[in-house]
């Protein structure tokens, strides 16, 4: 159950018959940008990914998605046991945080640690920080940084992909509304805090783009992803110019 406070929301146990009500209780907003509670990482059990813009009353991408690929199995919630779950929205701040220790079924265990924020002061940016520790686990380990279409992607038309070593974007139309919508992100990941710079794969598909990279683990090894995404439209922005700005506004965060 949902235990309500001044300024908090907190969740202390694992209940995935409640899961859906409880991310409809947990949605939060900055006043331009609104999500509800999601799972960052795949999850196959019921849950609907939403991401809101202000003045649109259709999803846009996913754009907290990220995947966690061990040798044979992906990280899931509705497939793998999992213990020491808790979830807290932050009111006053528009801040997520989630925790848990997962153990797969070839029993794997990771522990997990999310956070994620809606900036304030920035309305168009959103900042993920997603921690993964290895218990037991030793083999390749493969960390997928994504935009990634919700339930609603067919109802969104896509203008332009782009994806390099560093940054993706997305240009996207609303045909229904003549709304059109720029997604941009980059990604920073640690290991055991020193940067992972191995050059990633570029994920480039009609409903998925990002950046994957593979590395070896060890029991004990700490992953740290960490994801900016800027969200422009032209309902507040120039046709012409949504592209650059969002790209500009993500390269000078």
């Not at 980059?186 to 598909?205: A, Q």
């Not at 070896?216 to 995404?229: A, P, Q, W």
Request: proline share 2%; aromatic share 8%.
């Amino acid at each position: 159950m949902l235990q309500y406070n001044n300024w908090s929301i907190e969740q202390g146990e694992w209940l995935p018959m409640q899961e859906s009500d409880f991310e409809q209780q947990l949605t939060f907003s900055n006043g331009y940008l609104c999500q509800t509670a999601h799972f960052e990482e795949h999850y196959s059990g019921e849950q609907r990914l939403c991401t809101y813009i202000k003045g649109v009353e259709i999803p846009i991408l996913n754009i907290s998605a990220i995947s966690v690929r061990l040798h044979d199995e992906r990280l899931d919630l509705a497939q793998w046991r999992v213990e020491q779950f808790s979830r807290t929205l932050h009111k006053n701040e528009a801040l997520l945080e989630r925790e848990f220790v997962a153990t797969s079924p070839n029993g794997h265990t990771l522990h997990v640690t999310a956070t994620r924020r809606l900036l304030a002061d920035k309305k168009e940016m959103m900042q993920l920080v997603y921690r993964i520790q290895s218990i037991n686990y030793e083999g390749p380990m493969t960390i997928l940084s994504l935009l990634r279409g919700g339930e609603d992607a067919d109802r969104w038309y896509s203008l332009m992909n782009h994806v390099d070593d560093s940054i993706c974007w997305q240009w996207s139309q609303l045909p229904a509304q003549n709304v059109q919508v720029c997604c941009a992100m980059n990604y920073h990941l640690t290991k055991n805090g020193v940067v992972v710079d191995k050059r990633p794969i570029k994920v480039e598909k009609q409903e998925v783009i990002g950046f994957s990279v593979t590395q070896s683990v060890k029991e004990g090894d700490v992953f740290e992803l960490t994801k900016n995404v800027v969200v422009q439209d032209s309902l507040h922005n120039h046709k012409d110019l949504l592209i650059a700005n969002t790209v500009s506004c993500l390269t000078n965060w």
